[in-house]
């Protein structure tokens, strides 16, 4: 049962351009979104969160955006620089559960020179 | 600032072996987590911890047992490992801070059980 899904398991995407990565979740008990970032051999990284009470939210060249009605969320990264390179994990919680996290299973993203 | 800091990096085990996966945070942070990487999929919860002297079940917490007697301290206890154990680790941790917020994880620890 895959409460938090990345349909998309890799993206290739130019240099300068935008970068969008996609996240559908099932569970409406969801009320805190989180994007991480992982290299090879490390550990993941946070990137940009959102809470349920936002539609957007922007941190530099990252944006997420939520749309609850949907159970959609996405991740913007304008311009795409060739060390956003990476696996990108969407993941989500909710309050009074410790914060534990559900994941997706990743979108591989490839910008190119 | 070491943050959440994982040893080791590689083990490898042989069936039926038992090893302890070592986990420490340095940001006084109450909660703790052990989450496992299996190829193409991502992250599940094994364990976790909410303060010292108390810890939880996670989606998958079968084969393994945690302790957590200090608050910087989480090791992950493997007793008989099993080929289906064969996986990347990750330690993590987070503060309470009103809601929901986010976790900072450790490095790895990569398992291959033969």
């Known amino acids: 049962d895959q409460q938090v899904k990345q349909n998309s398991p890799s993206l290739s995407v130019q240099e300068g351009r935008i970068s969008i990565l996609n996240c559908d979740y099932t569970n409406s008990m969801f009320d805190y979104f989180l994007w991480y970032k992982k290299y090879p051999a490390e550990g993941p990284t946070f990137l940009i969160s959102?809470?349920?009470?936002?539609d957007k939210n922007e941190d530099g060249r990252f944006t997420v955006f939520l749309n609850k009605s949907a159970k959609h969320l996405s991740l913007h990264i304008v311009p795409s620089q060739p060390g956003d390179s990476a696996v990108y994990f969407c993941a989500a919680s909710h309050t009074g559960t410790a914060s534990k996290l559900t994941f997706g299973t990743g979108t591989r993203l490839q910008v190119t020179l | 600032n070491a943050g959440v800091t994982q040893t080791p990096k590689f083990r490898i085990l042989k069936i039926g072996q038992s090893m302890t996966l070592q986990c420490t945070q340095d940001m006084n942070h109450n909660y703790m987590y052990w989450y496992r990487q299996d190829p193409g999929m991502g992250l599940k919860l094994i364990y976790y911890s909410v303060g010292a002297g108390i810890t939880d079940k996670g989606e998958v917490p079968n084969g393994y047992n945690v302790s957590r007697s200090t608050t910087e301290d989480f090791p992950l206890r493997l007793e008989l490992a099993a080929p289906s154990q064969t996986s990347v680790y990750f330690c993590a941790s987070s503060y309470r801070q009103g809601g929901s917020t986010e976790a900072f994880f450790g490095q790895g620890t990569r398992l291959t059980v033969v």
């Open positions: 959102i809470s349920s009470i936002k």
